[in-house]
């Protein structure tokens, strides 16, 4: 079947502009989760959906960033006022179970550049 | 702070030689999973063991945990050039509200 998919693949915007980024998760998958992920760097959390229970935003690192999920499917990242430090690849993920033992499927990811 | 380190950061083996990944963490978990990461693309989980268990094969792969010195290691047998990428580990930590932390990976390259 169909794996998460994100678009765009690459975004590349100017300082100070805002971006919006797609995940569309699996069919059936409840829970939603979008990391970033900088150059070798580990993955660091920002934002975590489960059903229509309130979002875990305890990862965003700033008030520029936003996400919702709309009819408990796809999902938009929302950065405003872009820096160059939120030049990263974006990855969202979705699994069956609202429980974070579960193992996560990814997408592609956003490769955003902010020049 | 890292909870998952991975150990070595990058690890080069020839073709058809095991590759042996290391992980250790710093708090009590839930369980433990293996992802992989090619170039470009997102992560694929590779395998999940919980803390109740010592050792998991999947396939050439085969997993262990050691609770007592907390540490994981992934190893594969019989390497292939396709298994060349990006290796991460992640724990899910006991507690309530904790989330799946990952290391930082190690990149293996298999030289045909």
């Known amino acids: 079947g169909a794996g998460v998919s994100q678009s765009p693949s690459n975004k590349v915007t100017e300082k100070g502009k805002d971006v919006e980024l797609r995940c569309d998760p699996i069919?059936?998958?409840?829970?939603l989760y979008w990391y970033r992920q900088s150059l070798g760097q580990g993955l660091e959390f920002l934002i975590y959906?489960?059903?229509?229970?309130?979002?875990?935003k305890s990862g965003l690192p700033s008030d520029r960033f936003s996400a919702e999920r709309t009819g408990g499917s796809v999902s938009t990242l929302t950065i405003q006022r872009t820096q160059q430090e939120d030049s990263a690849v974006y990855l969202c993920?979705?699994?069956?179970?609202?429980?974070?033992?579960?193992?996560?499927?990814f997408g592609p990811g956003t490769r955003l550049t902010v020049t | 702070s890292q909870q998952g380190e991975e150990d070595p950061q990058a690890l080069s083996i020839q073709e058809g030689e095991n590759a042996t990944m290391n992980c250790s963490y710093k708090?009590?978990?839930?369980?433990l999973q293996w992802y992989r990461q090619n170039s470009g693309r997102g992560l694929v989980h590779l395998i999940l063991?919980?803390?109740?268990?010592r050792e998991k094969h999947s396939g050439r792969l085969r997993v262990t945990l050691d609770t007592s010195k907390k540490s994981s290691s992934l190893l594969i047998t019989a390497s292939r050039a396709a298994d060349t990428a990006s290796y991460f580990c992640?724990?899910?930590?006991?507690?309530?509200?904790?989330?799946?932390?990952f290391g930082k990976g190690i990149t293996l390259s298999v030289r045909p």
């Open positions: 993920a979705s699994s069956l179970a609202s429980s974070w033992g579960r193992e996560q499927y």
């Open positions: 069919s059936g998958h409840t829970a």
């Open positions: 959906f489960q059903g229509n229970s309130a979002p875990d």
């Open positions: 708090t009590s978990i839930n369980n």
């Open positions: 063991i919980r803390s109740n268990e």
């Open positions: 992640a724990t899910l930590s006991t507690g309530a509200n904790s989330k799946l932390t």
